[in-house]
């Protein structure tokens, strides 16, 4: 073959690779900001025993809301095992479920808008991404969460939906309303 057939196969190969890796930068990077709160870990529990290498896991996880004092979210997670686990390039599955709740007097520090992440984190090398999402249902004056698993391609319908009614706490009588907080 002559260097004139080469030369064209190795820069569309060039350019494909320079394309793989500015996505995933501008994945890493869209992370960033969502990602300043790293959740507590609250336990681990094997759920398939594995030979030499980790078991599967469901990992319990706790994270405070950044926007609403006094609104804690869990979230419980499969972890997998084995030797992909334990290489840490096995893609996790989508089955995730959270549980909100009210653990303190109300207080928003900014406006948001309906669909705002809270937490986001990587489920795969590259491709899915789990997100705890945030609105607001005016009319109850009820913060509704939403935890789901999203691939780049194609999604994933699996989610799971937690609500925090928004009471008085305290010896005040009176909640914020949430509407009054949406942008």
Known sequence: MTRAFRAPAFRALAFRALALAALVLAAGFAAGPVRAQ???????????????????????????????????????????????????????????????RQIGPIAFKRKFEQGDIVYRESRSLIFKKMQIVRGCDAKRNVLVYLVYSDKLIEGSPKNSTSTVPIMPWGATNEAPKCGDYLK
């Not at 959740?39 to 529990?45: E, M, N, Q, S, V």
């Not at 926007?67 to 334990?86: N, S």
């Open 38 to 100: 790293e959740p507590d870990l609250i336990f681990r529990k094997s759920t398939v025993w594995k030979f030499l290498t980790p078991d599967d896991k469901l990992a319990t996880y706790g994270i405070d809301d950044p926007v609403v004092d006094g609104v804690a979210c869990h979230y419980t997670v499969p972890e997998r095992g084995g030797v992909k686990g334990m290489l840490g390039v096995a893609e996790e599955v989508s089955d995730i479920s959270i549980a909100c």
